[in-house]
């Protein structure tokens, strides 16, 4: 039996400015050199030729409740290969997914271990709840659980206070981001409000999820320390609907989200605008489906940022910034076909031509989206 040669037929977008007129998938990977074997089968894939797409916040094996079984899982990985999203760092999760890594069917995972929060200062069922003094051991734990990343809850409601609160003493903060990075791990932490900002930046924190609550001062450190946020915008917008029951008990809460929620694009803008990286991520797995990255990069560009932009978040620049390859001359072939250029139009991103994974086409082109 000879195996199936994928000639990939552009333009093909090595870069935002790095185009090549054809490539081909030859045992997986990908090459710009025209295969010379005799008797290989050639199948012709036409259009744009991306990386896949990165989903950089996502949660594989947990739902609205919890851990979820592996056959949920399963199908949640496949909603996101559906999309085109054949990379993703999974920012927590209390289930163990390792065995995803055996199939070569599904997405390529980064983990986080499993969230880090304050005793009963987050979703039951999803973290690792600790004090201050348990912090640092526990986040060591973690790093030498994941992939090279490790969650922690900034903020969540403080019931005593009735509105957003930080849930770490700067000085612990401090030191569990130090005892992180000394294991090799960066640091991503959910942050909604504003003051849990400050803290993170000053104890070095890599990332941030959400960033709502980013305001002048805080985007002025951020920028300069080059520390990363993945706003999720699909789920920011949910917020309204998130904090409706809290309204009569936790008022001050309640407006503070919505305030939250009417800036976000404002937000992202801003910090967009000061040199901050951001990158696409969904945070799908909680309360949202999986399979909404060309949902997400639509709402970056809606934010302000190009579509040219909002691709480098998905895709050349997440790779990049996860460590993982692109469209590399002898990388694995992951990567999507559209039918028109991206970089003009970031809505084709929803409609993939073709999805290639390990160099096989996966068949869901034309699959619903958001499973």
């Not at 289930?95 to 986080?112: G, Y």
């Not at 072939?333 to 809505?347: C, Y």
Request: contains cysteine.
């Amino acid at each position: 039996m000879t195996a199936t040669v994928l000639h990939l037929q552009g333009p093909v977008l090595v870069g935002p400015a790095d185009v090549r007129e054809q490539a081909w998938v030859v045992g997986g990977r990908l090459t710009f050199e025209r295969p010379t074997a005799a008797g290989a089968d050639t199948q012709t894939l036409r259009g744009w030729v991306l990386p896949g797409l990165v989903d950089a916040h996502c949660h594989v094996g947990l739902d609205a409740h919890g851990a979820v079984d592996r056959e949920t899982a399963e199908q949640q990985a496949l909603g996101d290969r559906a999309a085109g999203a054949l990379l993703i760092r999974d920012a927590g999760s209390p289930s163990d997914t390792r065995w995803i890594d055996e199939r070569d069917d599904l997405p390529k995972v980064i983990r986080a271990g499993r969230h880090i929060a304050r005793t009963r200062r987050y979703i039951r069922n999803y973290a690792h709840e600790v004090e201050p003094e348990q912090l640092v051991e526990r986040v060591r734990l973690e790093a030498r659980a994941g992939d090279g990343w490790v969650k922690l809850v900034g903020d969540w409601i403080d019931r005593d206070a009735g509105d957003l609160a930080p849930c770490w003493p700067a000085d612990v903060l401090k030191d569990a981001i130090a005892a992180a990075h000394e294991e090799g791990a960066r640091v991503t932490a959910h942050c909604f409000g504003e003051a849990s900002l400050y803290d993170f930046a000053a104890a070095g924190t890599d990332c941030i999820e959400h960033a709502t609550g980013l305001e002048p001062a805080t985007i002025e450190q951020f920028a300069a320390q080059g520390i990363a946020i993945v706003p999720t915008l699909v789920n920011i917008a949910t917020f309204p609907q998130i904090v409706e029951p809290a309204r009569e008990k936790f008022p001050r809460y309640h407006r503070h989200m919505l305030d939250l929620h009417a800036r976000r694009l404002e937000t992202v803008r801003a910090a967009h605008e000061a040199g901050i990286p951001v990158y696409v991520g969904t945070d799908a797995g909680g309360s949202l489906p999986h399979g909404l990255v060309a949902q997400e990069a639509a709402q970056l560009v809606e934010a302000g940022l190009t579509p040219v932009e909002a691709l480098y978040a998905g895709t050349w620049g997440a790779r990049a910034w996860l460590g993982r390859p692109g469209l590399e001359e002898g990388a694995d072939a992951d990567l999507v076909v559209v039918g028109a250029d991206p970089r003009e139009d970031i809505g084709v991103l929803a409609a993939p031509r073709h999805i290639v994974l390990r160099g096989r086409e996966t068949g869901d082109a034309g699959r619903p989206q958001g499973i």
